[in-house]
Every structure is written in structure tokens, then in C-alpha cells.
């Protein structure tokens, strides 16, 4: 009897494990998934926004919760609660690989988990890239209807990437404006 696990201890050991694993889930499963899923030979540059990996994080840490609930105490109330706890996780980690910036040869497209926005290229009236000295710069895009689309530069904006949007941009007529951040 005392070689066994007690059910308050695997329970306890199940959160732990959860939250050791979830360390490297939030950053690697929603940028590894955007990678794999959405990836296009038309994709200039494929971003995951952070949003992602908050939502992913959220929803481990409802599982992380549920797990520690039970380990604590259990009942039928809380075998309630923890199962409604981890099926809130199991939902709300699946909103965390639905959405992606992409910066295409043909337009931008930006994906929501409950929507889809494509911008073409005609639908662009100028195009900025604003940054400071010694940090990264973000792109400011603007339609003809005055909505402005900001992406954030991030490490996948490589030289030849930059060389490659600002080409696209001056290939469809569209003015681009090279200034440092008045913020």
C-alpha cells in the first residue's frame, strides 16, 4: 500500500507535469503550428502574433488549475469543475494556431480565429516603415478606406525580407516612406 501513488498525488504530479511542459508548448507549438499549417510559396513573411501564445498560455493554465483543484480536494463538485476547467483549456488551446500575419506577393492577409481580412495590394494607399535607433521597427500599411494595418518588425525580417516587401510595394505603385518613430 504504501509503494502506490495516491490519487491526490497523481493528480499533483499531473499539474507539475503540465506546467513543466507548458513552458516550451507557449512558445514552440503556436509559431511551429503557423509554420506548418499556413505556410505559402506566396508568403513574403508568415508572423504569429503574440496573441497566440496567450491564448495558449490561458488555456494551460485553466488545465494547470482544474489538476491542482483535484489534488486538493475531490468531490463531485469539484470533478465538475475541474472537467469543466480542462474542456474550457482544450477549447481555448485550439484558438492559439488560428491566427497569422501574412505578407504575400498578391496582398496582406490577416487571420483571426473567427475571421479572415485580405488587403490586396490596389487596396493600398502607403506604406511606412517607422523605427528607433537600436530597436526593431514596425510597418505601417494604410487603405484606401483609412484603415491602418501595423505589423511589428520581428527577427523574420531579414534583409533580403525587407528588400523583398519594399520591392512588392514600389512593384504596385504604392509610396513608401522610410521615417524614425515620433512616439
Same mark, same amino acid.
Request: aromatic residues 12%; without cysteine.
Given at each position: ?5 495516491? &490519487? ?9 507535469? =503540465? ?11 503556436? %509559431? ?11 508568403? +513574403?513573411?508568415?508572423? &504569429? ?18 489538476? %491542482? ?10 470533478? +465538475? ?26 496582398? +496582406? =492577409? ?31 500599411? &494604410?487603405? &484606401? ?31 513608401? +516612406? ?6
Amino acid at each position: 500500500m504504501l509503494n502506490k501513488i495516491s &490519487t491526490r498525488g497523481k493528480f499533483a504530479l499531473s499539474a507539475i507535469t =503540465v506546467f513543466l511542459i507548458s513552458i516550451l508548448l507557449v512558445f514552440f507549438l503556436p %509559431v511551429s503550428v503557423t509554420e506548418t499549417l499556413y505556410s505559402e510559396r506566396a508568403n +513574403i513573411v508568415l508572423l &504569429t502574433p503574440v496573441t497566440n501564445m496567450t491564448h495558449l498560455l490561458i488555456s494551460l493554465l485553466f488545465v494547470i488549475i482544474a489538476l %491542482v483543484l483535484l489534488a486538493l480536494k475531490r468531490n463531485v463538485n469539484t470533478y +465538475i469543475i475541474g472537467t469543466l476547467f480542462i474542456i474550457a483549456g482544450i477549447i481555448g488551446s485550439s484558438f492559439s494556431v488560428l491566427n497569422y500575419t501574412a505578407i504575400q506577393d498578391e496582398q +496582406i =492577409v490577416i487571420k483571426y480565429y473567427d475571421g479572415l481580412a485580405s488587403y490586396p495590394w490596389s487596396s493600398i494607399k502607403e506604406a511606412v516603415y517607422e523605427y528607433r535607433t537600436g530597436e526593431n521597427g514596425y510597418y505601417i500599411f &494604410t487603405t &484606401t478606406d483609412d484603415q491602418h494595418i501595423k505589423i511589428d518588425e520581428t527577427a523574420k525580417f531579414t534583409s533580403s525580407v525587407k528588400t523583398t516587401i519594399y520591392s512588392t510595394v514600389r512593384a504596385n505603385d504604392i509610396p513608401f +516612406i522610410e521615417r524614425v518613430a515620433n512616439e
